[in-house]
């Protein structure tokens, strides 16, 4: 195999890798704007961006093991190969995150929000971007990209700690009115998974800096 089909196919690599990166967010974003309307027909969209991700997801597995088993790359071209293998799981789970927060939107549609959480949209917000710069932080392998990313994984925590008192006090508030106890914990929820998707592309983030502390002398490829 010549040095020019190796390049296309890390070419094409780096292109699903972003466009399953761009789905996550896109899947990120439908969830927040059906809770923030209670649109379940939005939150339901969901589910087929999902399933998008998932697609994505089996052909860079494909690919990866086609390139290792063909091409044999080796030193920091095989590292970036069976990185980006480990990498896509945590894009998967980003994408499940996303359907389970439209899973509870479509839960929490029958009432009224008895209190908005202004903190919840600024987290997609957060997120999003996260999310986003993480996979191209990996492409580009961007050390300095991947510490903003993680430096904003504390900014989602400080925002999820906020949301959590805002809605511990309207739990406790309403104690007797179930509804709206309940809807609390939901959104509580919500934000949960919110958090966990900011943990999930920094853990991108932190393997991107792993890798940069990685030196690797480079063998002349034919």
Not at 49 to 67: F, G, M, P, S, Y
Not at 80 to 90: G, H, Q
Not at 156 to 180: R, S
Request: proline content about 2%.
């Amino acid at each position: 195999m010549t040095r020019n089909k190796f390049e296309e196919q890390l070419s094409e690599l780096k292109d699903l890798l972003t466009r399953m990166g761009e789905l996550n967010c896109e899947a990120i974003g439908d969830a927040v704007t059906a809770l923030e309307t209670q649109n379940t027909a939005l939150a339901r969209q969901t589910k087929g961006v999902e399933a998008l991700v998932d697609e994505k997801e089996q052909q860079i597995e494909r690919l990866c093991l086609k390139i290792i088993l063909k091409q044999q790359p080796v030193a920091s071209d095989l590292l970036f190969v069976t990185s980006a293998m480990k990498m896509i799981t945590d894009m998967e789970r980003i994408a499940d995150q996303a359907v389970d927060i439209s899973e509870l939107v479509i839960k929490m549609s029958k009432l009224p929000y008895a209190e908005s959480v202004k903190e919840i949209s600024d987290m997609a917000d957060k997120v999003q971007d996260m999310v986003r710069n993480a996979a191209k932080c990996f492409v580009e392998r961007d050390g300095e990209l991947a510490k903003a990313v993680c430096r904003s994984d504390d900014d989602v925590d400080d925002l999820f700690d906020v949301v959590k008192k805002k809605l511990t006090q309207i739990v406790h508030k309403d104690i007797d009115e179930e509804d709206n106890g309940e809807q609390a914990l939901d959104m509580l929820m919500v934000a949960k998974y919110l958090e966990k998707i900011g943990d999930h592309a920094s853990n991108i983030a932190e393997w991107v800096l792993f890798l940069s502390l990685i030196h690797i002398s480079e063998p002349t490829r034919p």
